[in-house]
């Protein structure tokens, strides 16, 4: 038995169900980098990559290498981390100051719960889009939103703690929360260094003419008689004020001389300015950036939606479905819609004679193109090749999605050779507007053919 089981018993904890793994039902293993105090179960915490582990210990500092090397190793990526060596750089759900057995507890506790969340949805590697998958993983097991922080050890001064010390993860948040597996609200807008973007920046007031922050606030003196009007620095000469202008010394206020404002002077140039300028100095490259050149970055906090949730669910991001592009564009039905609306075009062929075609426009390398590209990079190419396909068809022909990589295209008083035609154009319209290489195959049917490929898709549906 080891030292923690001990202490369990003596305190009469009941048999704790956070001592045990949810979804193993073994008692939970632990990685640790650092030293595992004398006592503990060495299964239960221990410092090889190789053996399971549901959890990750950081007993001394820990680099973000390593760290991540150590998350891409457990069997779930999102697994729960303790920090008890003040690792505020890395993502931890723990801190504490020691490896006792009271901590060892308090840990299993505070664990327990993103366990059982984590085992409702049984980690698959997904085939594409892992960091996206595990920003949602990691919102949904803790239960909380993926929030915002200041830190001035960032670049852009935001950082999101729940997602640690990986690398700037915004466009991919941005991305979920596009199509709807994020939802989010505004935290901060940042200003950013026209030369190197960092928001790290000192703002301060400069001369207009020389950009030196060497200014003074001083005085205006109006000399009554020959109506001068100078800071006052003009007008010191030792102890006394001597006129600038006609050398008369400036004895009584309120008699000889007032003070009707203020100034700005600068001790470099000597301009006097009634507005200095605020500008902003990049605290990691040294630029000067005026206020009105500053790029400027808004930061959100986000949450987990409903549609995020499914994602988790079915291990499937739909942003890499061409469905999730053109579903709810107009002159786009769903399949079943879809099918009645070919069922149409049939029966109005066979009554009145009228051609009617059925084309495909399918992306055949998109396999390929999920395994080498970014979810970003082909979520933007489908936008684009979406957009240019729907922009350039008539209005009387509708759209389905078929499958995760192909649309349908239904054309009314059209022949299979005209459909051919107006595929080869759309796929030239999408090679034009799209920079990411899809390989693109089209083919149309009319007639008769078309029948089959009906009864193909409605025996489909039945079986769902
Ligand atoms: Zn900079
Ligand atoms: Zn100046
Ligand atoms: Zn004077």
Redo the contacts with the bound molecule.
């Keep these: 038995m080891n030292e923690f089981a001990k202490i369990e018993r003596q305190e009469g904890t009941n048999s704790a169900p956070e001592s045990l793994h949810p979804f193993s039902g073994t008692a939970p293993r632990f990685f640790v980098f650092g030293p595992a105090p004398h006592g503990f179960d060495r299964e239960q915490l221990q410092a090889s990559l190789h053996a399971p582990y549901d959890a990750i210990i950081l007993n001394r500092p820990v680099g973000a290498a390593e760290f991540e090397d150590a998350v891409a190793a457990a069997a779930d990526p999102a697994l729960p981390v303790a920090d008890l060596a003040g690792n505020t750089h890395l993502r931890r759900d723990f801190t504490g100051d020691a490896l006792d057995p009271g901590c060892f507890d308090a840990v299993l506790k505070h664990f327990s719960p993103i366990w059982k969340r984590l085992a409702a949805f049984p980690y698959r590697s997904p085939d594409m889009g892992a960091e996206e998958m595990l920003i949602l993983r990691l919102a949904y097991s803790r239960a909380e939103p993926i929030s915002a922080v200041l830190d001035p050890a960032a670049h852009g001064l935001v950082r999101y703690p729940l997602l640690g010390a990986r690398a700037d993860l915004r466009g991919e948040l941005e991305n979920l929360t596009e199509y709807g597996l994020l939802r989010r609200s505004h935290f901060m807008r940042t200003h950013g260094?026209r030369?190197?973007d960092?928001a790290r920046l000192h703002a301060y007031e400069a001369c207009p003419s020389c950009g030196s922050s060497d200014l003074q606030d001083e005085a205006i003196v109006h000399h009554y008689r020959c109506g001068a009007q100078e800071a006052e620095s003009h007008f010191t000469s030792g102890h006394r004020l001597i006129c600038p202008k006609c050398h008369d010394e400036l004895r009584h206020y309120g008699v000889d001389y007032d003070k009707p404002g203020h100034v700005v002077s600068c001790r470099a140039c000597g301009a006097a300015n009634s507005e200095p300028d605020p500008v902003f100095i990049?605290l990691?490259?040294a630029?000067v950036t005026a206020g009105s050149d500053l790029s400027q970055k808004n930061w959100y906090h986000y949450e987990l939606t409903e549609e995020g949730l499914q994602a988790l669910q079915t291990n499937h991001l739909p942003l890499l479905d061409i469905a999730a592009y053109v579903n709810g564009r107009t002159r786009v039905f769903h399949q079943r819609d879809f099918l009645l609306l070919v069922s149409e075009g049939m029966r109005v062929m066979r009554r009145f004679e009228r051609p009617f075609a059925l084309g495909r426009i399918a992306i055949s390398n998109l396999e390929e193109l999920r395994e080498t590209r970014s979810v970003t990079e082909v979520s933007l190419a489908f936008r684009q090749a979406v957009d240019a396909i729907l922009d350039s068809m008539h209005d009387c022909d509708f759209v389905g999605a078929d499958g995760t990589a192909a649309i349908l295209i239904g054309f009314p008083e059209t022949t299979a050779a005209q459909a051919e035609i107006a595929l080869a154009r759309l796929r030239a319209k999408v090679a034009e507007a799209v920079p990411l290489s899809f390989a693109i195959e089209t083919s149309a049917d009319e007639g008769e053919s078309i029948l089959d490929f009906l009864i193909q898709k409605e025996n489909e549906l039945a079986d769902e």
Excluded: R
Aim: a neutral charge.
């Design positions: 260094c030369k190197c960092s990049c990691d490259c630029a």
